[in-house]
């Protein structure tokens, strides 16, 4: 069974840091195939649902434009961990994070964990 438990969210100012983590159970492909990823989407209010940043059992990361730069995303194997870096956040960074796990063409989800940034 496939579990992923996000942490690591709250309240910070804008030009602020967070780091998001994602503790994954049931996850593990026992592949470095590039099919299988593990990332974070983010649904602000009023808005869809969109990626943030991926990556995959081979290493290789995407980000989404608007986060390139500010966000890092990594992962700790031997944990089952992954984590994201948010710096120099921006109240339109405002939003519920989700960590999300596609394994073999099935996609799985966290509960979410909300990162609001205000003054």
């Not at 869809?48 to 434009?65: F, P, Q």
């Not at 992962?75 to 405002?94: A, H």
Request: include cysteine.
């Amino acid at each position: 069974q496939v579990q992923l438990v996000e942490s690591g969210g709250g309240l910070v100012q804008p030009g602020g840091s967070l780091r998001l983590s994602c503790a994954g159970s049931g996850t593990k492909s026992g592949s470095i195939s590039s099919i299988n990823r593990v990332g974070w989407y983010r649904q602000a209010p009023g808005k869809e649902r969109e990626l943030v940043a991926h990556i995959t059992d081979a290493g290789t990361t995407n980000y989404a434009t608007t986060m390139k730069g500010r966000f890092t995303i990594s992962r700790d194997n031997v944990e089952n961990i992954v984590y994201l870096q948010m710096n120099n956040l921006k109240p339109e960074d405002t939003a519920v994070y989700y960590c999300y796990r596609l394994l073999w063409g099935v996609q799985y989800w966290g509960q979410g964990t909300q990162v609001t940034v205000s003054s």
